[in-house]
């Protein structure tokens, strides 16, 4: 296994799809539904990236990025939204990170994103 990648979201059927394509990858995955909770994780164990939904309770996925830097935790985050990935980049401002996908995605987009990231990591 290449390493360990997060699966924030609290739709079950994207985390099903995000889960089953990573596995593919060759990652292990750990899925959650909850914001806070996948907090804790990365916190007690950062794993190699997070795909996170933008949109999440009970923290937002800026909020969550936020505590992760306030921690000093280096991790590449994906975050997903339903909204136009331009208008989530405007809502973060100067919170930096790796990519914002739009839902519906693809299995194509989610295979690039781990491609690139493998070559950084």
Known sequence: MIGEVFVVDDEPGIRLLLSEVIRRANYNVMNFDRSDQALKAALTKPPRIIFLDYLIDPLRGDEV?????????????????GMAAQEVRQKLGEVEVYDVIEKPFSITDINQILEKLSVRI
């Open 65 to 81: 990025i936020n505590q992760l830097n306030e921690a000093s935790i280096d991790v590449p985050v994906v975050l997903m939204s």
